[in-house]
């Protein structure tokens, strides 16, 4: 148990901002022989909650600092995350060692089983996809499968050869290792390209980050501070810019009602001459409101919007389970779901909208190309995570959606980490993170649909059961 909690403990390296993305072969094959020993769901249970427990130690600070949780209680719910999302690896590995594990045929259950996993990962329990096995792809020749079967599917490839290798050093006929080390190497070679913007014309963003301390964004006495900030740093690069984006809640207040501030925005935004994106909250009830994006045009009149559709479970809204919990955000509405198409549009350019956490699914960005969106836009304040991996492990999932919809990503993030991410996943310019600044830099237009924006999760989840399902009713073991 010792050894399985310490190899899913590893698994966290191998992501952002460690980066050391092979040490996650080791430590599943590690996984795969334990399991194969016997008592596979408390071995899968151990190494999920080394993976999901102990590499979110970050959550508890956060919960302290800003939820203003005694530490005991911010513990706590870090056990508790951990202990909830290492059921789903648990059930990984009572899948793969459904008929004793020890054959070749864990060459199939295992990766698999890895699939099924990690889609559960990404919807059950509201969803949380934080570092999905498949954003280990990333830079590697194989991430072009992303376009065709997602993250989720892409997961079967680390899971592949992390079973291949295990059956080449300890299976008595190394064929069968060898066998899966030739189809990895095959899938990898044979990866398709990913899809490329195919416009023509070239756009110049300027993203802010304007680095408001999280304990400062929500206090009034800092608001002229915040607002002047964002507004010097867009007046140095709006020129040269064909859009200017403000990050998550750049604006911390309700625009309809602060009049004096909303004609002073409309102002600055006409001064520059150039269209506006900014992070911001809108009044839909009495008590309620959204958080999204909104856009204005010093050319037009409307300021449109569009609101997060999926919110943060106790930061945006306290499930009705557990009543008695606050959210993290300060008490100045009730979040609820948007419900509108998810883009806005700027000069004829339409802009899907990805506020935040949405970035982790990739249901979110599919719907908003589904529905026109020619670029992504990711806003985000990761000043909740401090100086901690969680900001890179967000922004790390950020690229995956950019390589499955097959479109420039534009992440204009609080403190960091802001980027322009092409939709092959490479970084195309990214500013310091911490910093004020405004990075500017080029992208493109895209109207292709890539197979995984047309088809979905659907025809991956069918050739799932396909292979699952023989391992359930095979009579003689494996």
């Known amino acids: 148990m010792l050894a399985a909690l310490a190899l899913g403990g590893l698994m966290?390296?191998?992501?952002?901002?460690?980066?050391?993305?092979?040490?996650?072969?080791?430590?599943?094959?590690?996984?795969?022989?334990?399991?194969?020993?016997?008592?596979p769901f408390r071995i899968g249970f151990a190494f999920g909650f080394g993976w999901f427990g102990l590499g979110a130690w970050w959550l508890a600070p956060t919960l302290h600092t800003y939820g203003h949780i005694p530490w005991v209680f911010a513990l706590f719910c870090v056990v508790l995350v951990g202990c909830v999302m290492a059921l789903l690896p648990a059930l990984w590995a009572w899948v793969a060692a459904k008929d004793g594990g020890r054959s070749h045929w864990i060459?199939?259950?295992?990766?698999?089983?890895?699939?099924?996993?990690?889609?559960?990962?990404?919807?059950i329990f509201?969803?949380?996809?934080?570092?999905?096995?498949?954003?280990?792809m990333l830079d590697t020749p194989a991430v072009g499968w992303a376009s065709?079967?997602?993250?989720?599917?892409?997961?079967?490839?680390?899971?592949l050869l992390a079973a291949s290798l295990l059956l080449l050093v300890t299976h008595e006929e190394k064929k069968w290792g060898m066998g899966?080390?030739?189809?990895?190497?095959?899938?990898?070679l044979?990866?398709?390209?990913?899809?490329?913007?195919?416009?023509?014309?070239?756009?110049?963003?300027?993203?802010?980050?304007?680095?408001?301390?999280?304990?400062?964004?929500?206090?009034?006495?800092?608001?002229?501070?915040?607002?002047?900030?964002?507004?010097?740093?867009?007046?140095?690069?709006?020129?040269?810019?064909?859009?200017?984006?403000?990050?998550?809640?750049?604006?911390?207040?309700?625009?309809?009602?602060?009049?004096?501030?909303?004609?002073?925005?409309?102002?600055?935004?006409?001064?520059?001459?150039?269209?506006?994106?900014?992070?911001?909250?809108?009044?839909?009830?009495?008590?309620?409101a959204n958080n999204g994006l909104f856009a204005e045009d010093p050319n037009l009149e409307l300021r449109e919007f569009a609101g997060k559709q999926h919110l943060v479970p106790f930061g945006e809204y306290v499930p009705s389970w557990v009543p008695f919990l606050r959210t993290l955000v300060p008490e100045i509405a009730n979040f609820v779901p948007a419900e509108d198409s998810g883009f806005v549009q700027a000069r004829g350019v339409r802009y899907g909208a990805l506020i935040c956490y949405e970035s982790l699914f990739p249901e979110q960005s599919r719907r908003r190309v589904q529905n026109g969106a020619e670029v992504l836009v990711n806003v985000t304040n990761d000043a909740w995570y401090g100086t901690?991996?969680?900001?890179?492990?967000?922004?790390?999932?950020?690229?995956?959606?950019?390589?499955?919809?097959?479109?420039?990503?534009?992440?204009?993030?609080?403190?960091?980490?802001?980027?322009?991410?092409?939709?092959?996943?490479?970084?195309?310019?990214?500013?310091p993170w911490w910093t004020q600044t405004a990075l500017t830099g080029?992208?493109?237009?895209?109207?292709?649909?890539?197979?995984?924006?047309?088809?979905?999760?659907?025809?991956?989840?069918?050739?799932?059961?396909?292979?699952?399902?023989?391992?359930?009713?095979?009579?003689e073991s494996i």
């Open 12 to 39: 966290p390296f191998s992501f952002s901002p460690f980066d050391y993305s092979w040490l996650a072969i080791p430590a599943l094959a590690g996984f795969l022989w334990l399991l194969c020993q016997g008592r």
């Open 148 to 159: 065709w079967i997602g993250v989720y599917g892409i997961a079967f490839i680390p899971a």
């Open 388 to 431: 901690t991996p969680a900001a890179w492990q967000h922004f790390q999932a950020a690229r995956m959606r950019a390589v499955e919809t097959g479109r420039y990503l534009l992440r204009a993030a609080n403190t960091g980490v802001t980027a322009i991410i092409g939709p092959d996943g490479k970084v195309t310019a990214t500013a």
């Open 180 to 188: 899966g080390v030739v189809v990895t190497t095959l899938l990898v």
């Open 107 to 123: 060459l199939v259950s295992f990766p698999a089983a890895a699939v099924g996993e990690e889609w559960l990962r990404g919807h």
């Open 442 to 475: 080029e992208f493109r237009l895209s109207d292709s649909i890539t197979p995984y924006v047309r088809w979905g999760d659907a025809p991956l989840l069918g050739l799932l059961v396909l292979l699952v399902i023989p391992l359930f009713v095979r009579k």
């Open 190 to 288: 044979a990866a398709p390209q990913p899809f490329d913007a195919a416009g023509e014309k070239s756009y110049r963003a300027a993203l802010i980050q304007g680095n408001i301390p999280q304990d400062q964004k929500w206090d009034a006495a800092f608001l002229n501070e915040t607002m002047f900030r964002y507004a010097n740093l867009s007046a140095q690069v709006a020129d040269e810019s064909d859009i200017i984006i403000w990050p998550e809640a750049a604006i911390p207040f309700f625009l309809e009602r602060a009049p004096d501030w909303d004609l002073w925005l409309t102002d600055q935004i006409r001064e520059w001459r150039a269209p506006l994106l900014f992070g911001g909250l809108k009044l839909t009830g009495e008590n309620t």
């Open 126 to 136: 509201t969803g949380l996809p934080w570092t999905a096995l498949g954003n280990l």
